[in-house]
C-alpha cells in the first residue's frame, strides 16, 4: 500500500506560481513513475504530467507545457510540480499518483496508476 499525500495548494492571482509537493509513505518511492492529475469542477479528471522512476523521462499536457516543471527528489519521497503563470483555466483539486508497475513510464493515463493521494485545491483568481 502506498499513501501519498499532496500539499502546496492554495489561492493565487492570474500570472502567480505555485509549487506543489506529494510525499510518499513507502521507501520503495524510488521505484515508482509518478504523474499528476487535476479535475476542475464539472469536469472529467486531466493529466498535467508525469516523470519516470529517476527523473530522466518527463511528460506534461499540452496546456500547461512550458508553465511547469515536474521533478523528484526520491531521497525525500518527494514528488513536486512547479506551475508558473498560472491562468483561471488551471483551477481544479490536483492529484497525485504512482504507477508501481511501469517505473520507466511517463503515462497520460489515469486508470495506469493504482495510487492517488487525496488531492490539493489551485484556485488562481483573475
Request: charged residues 20%.
Amino acid at each position: 500500500q502506498v499513501q501519498l499525500v499532496e500539499s502546496g495548494g492554495g489561492l493565487v492571482q492570474v500570472g502567480g506560481s505555485l509549487r506543489l509537493s506529494c510525499a510518499a509513505t513507502r521507501h520503495t518511492f524510488g521505484t515508482y513513475a509518478m504523474g499528476w492529475f487535476r479535475q476542475a469542477p464539472g469536469k472529467e479528471r486531466e493529466f498535467v504530467a508525469a516523470i519516470n522512476f529517476n527523473g530522466g523521462r518527463t511528460a506534461s499536457a499540452d496546456s500547461v507545457k512550458g508553465r511547469s516543471a515536474i521533478s523528484r527528489d526520491n531521497a525525500k519521497n518527494t514528488v513536486f510540480l512547479q506551475m508558473n503563470s498560472l491562468k483561471p483555466d488551471d483551477t481544479a483539486v490536483y492529484y497525485c499518483a504512482a504507477d508501481t508497475t511501469s517505473p520507466w513510464d511517463t503515462s497520460k493515463w489515469a486508470n495506469e496508476y493504482e495510487y492517488w493521494g487525496q488531492g490539493t485545491q489551485v484556485t488562481v483568481s483573475s
